[in-house]
């Protein structure tokens, strides 16, 4: 009987000791009793034993058995008696069961196999039975003999086989430890979660797989926990991450229930893997803030309808008055100019509406991501640029610090870059001498940075904090207020941040977006 691949009877490398049911030692003690008769003594209580059983000489012979482990074994009664204790055992542990054996002689004591690891015994057919051994040197007529006992574990390892198939059928990882944090068992959604197979992750303690920051309080917790032990739930509003052995961190939810068994009591810990329902949970407040800031805009909008928009109407229908007045009276040269402001009026205001448009359908249709050379389609954008007066436009320049093609959606980004520019050549100071635009491209880490600087008027302090407002216009502009807006919805569009500082000195406009190099 050896554990699989192999191992001992009798030998050292070997595992269990059942009850010592009918176990020699309880024979009445003598006076000086015959060797002779200890040996019909023994043969008496192996017989009476009601757990398989039998007595070895120190050759290995088998003395005595009895009927249940004949049954056991599939032998018919005594007919092991005689023969070396090696029939029982595996033949492919055969070879070295004597070695081990001998091993044992030489320093005997009570011990046991089986328990936590797989011993099998060989039957007269060839199968195989899972056993749990105990072995006892007893002093027997002159030489040591062992008594052994043997119990047949098959229905445990069925129920225990049954119970990790059920485990393993869960959706949700499981994970039993022991009171000093030992992990005992684990399922197939569990060795998912922390990275490796059963074999790499059971006998390992379970603050090991704790963030290295929390492992020492995790401890104390831990063993708080087993002195009052009850069903519980652990997340309760704290971010719990495991980590795996590959060391990829999986946010959990986390139940715990005490188990008592044999051996003590144990913790059940059931884990849910949180990462979807996180992402689900971002995707929803991505979802919210895209229809509040849409709303925002509605919002923006019915006041511009109701006031910027009502203006130059009211504008346009006074000029229109004046020109049947005009008409009239015959003053047709009069009626022609009133008739060029209302045009002029009414084309200034159907772009201003179209830009409304543009906006509101920024960001409603899905984009390819391609690479982009920054440096060659922003030089394009400025060389297409026009100052409003026909001066000349300021200096400019790119600086790279790092790579300047990146993957992103090229018409979002490259629009967010063109209003920038085009707000720098409007506001440029004509008391400067020397007016300078300057863009530049900076990489860190898995992000881009663009900073779009200029030294031209800057932006009032008081106006700073509204500037990515509908129709929010400084003083000195004559566009329609919506510019900074689009460019603050393509950079959101884009997972990115935008950040405005500015002084008399000139303003920075920078953009950091979590874009991606070409592979």
């Known amino acids: 009987m050896t554990d699989a691949p192999g191992a001992s009877l009798t030998g050292q490398d070997s595992p269990a000791f059942p009850p010592a049911a009918a176990s020699p030692a309880a024979l009445p003690e003598g006076a000086e009793v015959p060797p002779q008769e200890q040996l019909a003594r023994y043969r008496v209580a192996v017989a009476l034993s009601p757990v398989p059983a039998l007595l070895v000489d120190s050759a290995g012979t088998i003395v005595v058995t009895n009927a249940a482990l004949d049954r056991m074994f599939h032998y018919p009664d005594r007919a092991l008696v005689g023969q070396s204790v090696e029939v029982l055992v595996p033949l492919s542990s055969q070879h070295r069961h004597p070695t081990l054996r001998e091993a044992f002689h030489r320093r005997p004591i009570r011990?046991?196999?089986?328990?936590?690891?797989?011993?099998?015994?060989?039957?007269?057919?060839?199968?195989?039975?899972?056993?749990?051994?105990?072995?006892?040197?007893?002093?027997?007529?002159?030489?040591?003999?062992?008594?052994?006992?043997?119990?047949?574990?098959?229905?445990?390892?069925?129920?225990?086989?049954?119970?990790?198939?059920?485990?393993?059928?869960?959706?949700?990882?499981?994970?039993?430890?022991?009171?000093?944090?030992?992990?005992e068992l684990v399922n197939s959604a569990a060795c998912e979660m922390l990275g490796g197979i059963s074999a790499d992750i059971v006998g390992r303690n379970v603050d090991s797989f704790v963030p290295p920051e929390h492992r020492l309080q995790h401890g104390v917790y831990r063993q708080s926990?087993?002195?009052?032990?009850?069903?519980?739930?652990?997340?309760?509003?704290?971010?719990?991450?495991?980590?795996?052995?590959?060391?990829?961190?999986?946010?959990?939810?986390?139940?715990?229930?005490?188990?008592?068994?044999?051996?003590?009591?144990?913790?059940?810990?059931?884990?849910?893997?949180?990462?979807?329902?996180?992402?689900?949970?971002?995707?929803?407040?991505?979802?919210n803030a895209h229809l509040s800031a849409l709303n925002e805009e509605l919002t923006h909008f019915a006041y511009s309808a109701s006031h910027d928009?009502?203006?130059?109407?009211?504008?346009?229908a006074g000029l229109l008055e004046l020109c049947l007045e005009d008409l009239a009276e015959g003053e047709t040269a009069e009626c022609t100019r009133n008739i060029s402001e209302a045009l002029k009026t009414s084309r200034r205001n159907i772009h201003k509406v179209e830009q409304v448009l543009t906006l509101a359908r920024?960001?409603?249709?899905?984009?390819?991501?391609?690479?982009?050379?920054?440096?060659?389609?922003?030089?394009?954008?400025?060389?297409?640029?026009?100052?409003?007066?026909?001066s000349p436009k300021p200096a400019f320049c790119i600086v790279s610090e790092g790579s300047a093609t990146w993957?992103?959606?090229?018409?979002?980004?490259?629009?967010?870059?063109?209003?920038?520019?085009?707000?720098?050549?409007?506001?440029?100071?004509?008391?400067?001498?020397?007016?300078?635009?300057?863009?530049?491209?900076?990489?860190?880490?898995?992000?881009?940075?663009?900073?779009?600087?200029?030294?031209?008027?800057g932006i009032p302090e008081a106006d700073q904090g509204r500037v990515f407002e509908m129709f929010r216009r400084s003083g000195k502009s004559s566009g329609h207020g919506l510019g900074l807006t689009l460019v603050q919805k393509h950079v959101r569009r884009l997972r990115g941040t935008i950040r405005l500082d500015s002084s008399p000195a000139g303003t920075c406009f920078t953009l950091t977006l979590p874009l991606r190099r070409p592979s």
């Open 111 to 183: 011990r046991e196999m089986g328990q936590g690891r797989e011993v099998y015994g060989q039957r007269s057919d060839g199968s195989f039975v899972p056993v749990e051994i105990g072995l006892a040197p007893i002093p027997l007529a002159g030489q040591v003999m062992i008594f052994t006992t043997v119990v047949d574990i098959t229905e445990r390892r069925l129920g225990e086989r049954r119970l990790r198939e059920a485990l393993d059928a869960a959706a949700t990882a499981m994970v039993m430890i022991a009171s000093d944090g030992t992990i």
């Open 407 to 457: 993957v992103t959606e090229r018409q979002t980004l490259l629009t967010a870059i063109e209003n920038l520019l085009s707000n720098a050549c409007r506001f440029r100071d004509p008391d400067k001498d020397f007016s300078w635009v300057e863009l530049r491209l900076r990489t860190l880490g898995p992000s881009l940075q663009i900073k779009v600087s200029d030294n031209g008027i």
């Open 225 to 287: 926990y087993v002195n009052a032990p009850r069903p519980r739930a652990m997340t309760e509003g704290r971010d719990l991450r495991v980590v795996g052995l590959d060391g990829r961190e999986t946010p959990v939810h986390i139940a715990l229930t005490p188990i008592d068994g044999v051996g003590g009591q144990r913790i059940m810990a059931t884990l849910v893997d949180l990462t979807q329902i996180m992402a689900q949970e971002r995707e929803l407040e991505e979802r």
């Open 309 to 316: 928009l009502r203006a130059p109407l009211a504008t346009i």
């Open 362 to 390: 920024a960001g409603r249709e899905a984009v390819a991501p391609v690479p982009v050379d920054l440096d060659e389609a922003v030089a394009a954008i400025w060389d297409d640029l026009t100052c409003e007066d026909a």
